[in-house]
């Protein structure tokens, strides 16, 4: 099984619409969240971090599921330039000896077309 | 601009040749990385220094050797290039020392070709 499991899309959705994408994480003892966002032949850049009690950003919202080790974003209002890919990001341990070791999904892409 | 920055932004060269890339970040940040990007777009952690220490060294091919002259700087060097180094490597930093919600800021990447 993947550290971190996204499906890959694509998804194509008209401008508006709402998405919503999923992760996975297999490391159960995981304290940090993440979503990133790359464009195309870009470096990922963070989009917002993810809590248990459910987050939101503008159009954007992500939750955590503990339980289910399953992360979530909802886009709302879909504009063009969303068209992107979403990088679901965990960092595994939220301790000293974190050191940073983020673990990336695949990425889903979104294209989002008038 | 305060950023992270990389060169070169392309690199094409024969296999068994040695090449660096360099990365560079203003923003006062400790602790530096870099990451490989392969042909499917998976994303993974090579390396990691914080205050020019290393302090992560995933599984990589000992071709490979960043070095950190100072905590602004983590240059990567690769010797006796192959073909499955072609890749994107991208150079990120973050301010403490990458545990929690430290935040990593990503450079624009060194796209490897390797013929």
């Known amino acids: 099984r993947k550290e971190v499991e996204q499906d890959p899309g694509p998804f194509n959705v008209p401008e508006g619409a709402t998405v919503a994408f999923n992760c996975t994480y297999s490391n159960s003892a995981s304290q940090s969240f993440f979503w990133y966002r790359q464009d195309c032949r870009k470096e990922p850049k963070l989009l917002m971090s993810v809590y248990s009690s459910g987050n939101e950003d503008g159009r954007f919202t992500a939750q955590l599921n503990r339980a289910s080790q399953y992360i979530s974003l909802l886009i709302r209002d879909s504009k063009l330039s969303d068209s992107a890919t979403y990088l679901c990001?965990?960092?595994?341990?939220?301790?000293?000896?974190?050191?940073?070791?983020?673990?990336f999904g695949q990425g889903t892409i979104l294209t989002v077309h008038p | 601009d305060t950023a992270v920055s990389q060169t070169p932004k392309y690199l094409v060269t024969q296999m068994g040749n040695d090449k660096s890339i360099k990365c560079e970040q203003n923003?006062?940040?400790?602790?530096m990385y870099w990451y490989k990007q392969d042909s499917k777009k998976f994303l993974k952690i090579m390396f990691s220094?914080?205050?020019?220490?290393?302090?992560i060294n995933e599984t990589v091919p000992n071709r490979f050797s960043p070095k950190s002259p100072d905590k602004a700087h983590l240059n990567l060097h690769i010797n006796s290039l192959e073909l499955g180094d072609s890749a994107v490597y991208f150079c990120?930093?973050?301010?403490?020392?990458?545990?929690?919600?430290?935040?990593?800021?990503f450079g624009p990447g060194t796209r490897l070709t390797v013929l």
């Open positions: 220094y914080n205050n020019k220490e290393l302090i």
């Open positions: 923003l006062g940040h400790d602790t």
């Open positions: 990001v965990v960092n595994p341990d939220a301790g000293g000896t974190s050191y940073g070791k983020l673990t």
């Open positions: 990120a930093s973050s301010p403490g020392q990458g545990a929690g919600e430290d935040t990593q800021y």
